[in-house]
T-cell receptor
């Protein structure tokens, strides 16, 4: 069974640009969560999607958005990039979602975003 | 406010010894707690899950305890090996945080041969 796939692996952007990151969950998993990881803040929850609906949201500005498609693949978009958005963005999938069913999360390797 | 605290200082131990990592939390009433391992440049990998009504869970050389009175979980690696060197993260959610698994900052373990 293929794991969680995130693309691209690395990305370099400049301030003010926008970026779209992609996540393909494990086959059969319907929940996709996104996290931002930085050395200072650790793993911060961005949002979770389940069956194409955003089910939970973290405390990030509206510049961070996401969506999920009918095949459970998810994309995350960050508009008007700031220097502080430089981070490792991780997506994680599970069948029903970590909260509702005590399930563990399966993480991808992440997209390393550098904003110059 | 809600907090999950792990020792931010790296833990250095000698091969063969037992490593003990701590996870403390405040203002949470988690139904369960999870531990993950993260290697540099990779996503976290699930290790163990322990429920609030379980005091201890074991898996091979790993042992996790969960004390809801102290609001603390301990993660032990016995007979540690250099390959155990990584960052270990605890994660939990309360009943009011459905779908949100919240992570601690992680503790980096370095096992020296």
């Amino acid at each position: 069974k293929a794991g969680v796939t995130q693309t691209p692996r690395y990305l370099i952007k400049t301030r003010g640009q926008q970026v779209t990151l992609s996540c393909s969950p494990i086959s059969g998993h319907r929940s996709v969560s996104w996290y931002q990881q930085t050395p200072g803040q650790g793993l911060q929850f961005l949002f979770e999607y389940f069956s194409e609906t955003q089910r939970n949201k973290g405390n990030f500005p509206g510049r961070f958005s996401g969506r999920q498609f009918s095949n459970s693949r998810s994309e995350m978009n960050v508009s008007t990039l700031e220097l502080g958005d430089s981070a490792l963005y991780l997506c994680a999938s599970s069948f029903g979602g970590a909260g509702a069913t005590n399930e563990k999360l399966f993480f991808g390797s992440g997209t390393q975003l550098s904003v110059l | 406010s809600q907090k999950i605290e792990q020792n931010s200082e790296a833990l250095n131990i000698q091969e063969g010894k037992t490593a003990t990592l701590t996870c403390n939390y405040t203002n949470y009433s988690p139904a369960y707690l999870q531990w993950y391992r993260q290697d540099p440049g990779r996503g976290p990998v699930f290790l163990l899950l322990i429920r609030e009504n379980e005091k201890e869970k074991r898996k091979e050389r790993l042992k996790v305890t969960f004390d809801t009175t102290l609001k603390q979980s301990l993660f032990h690696i016995t007979a540690s090996q250099p390959a155990d060197s990584a960052t270990y993260l605890c994660a939990l959610h309360g009943s009011s945080n459905t779908g949100k698994l919240i992570f601690g900052q992680g503790t980096t373990l370095q096992v020296k041969p």
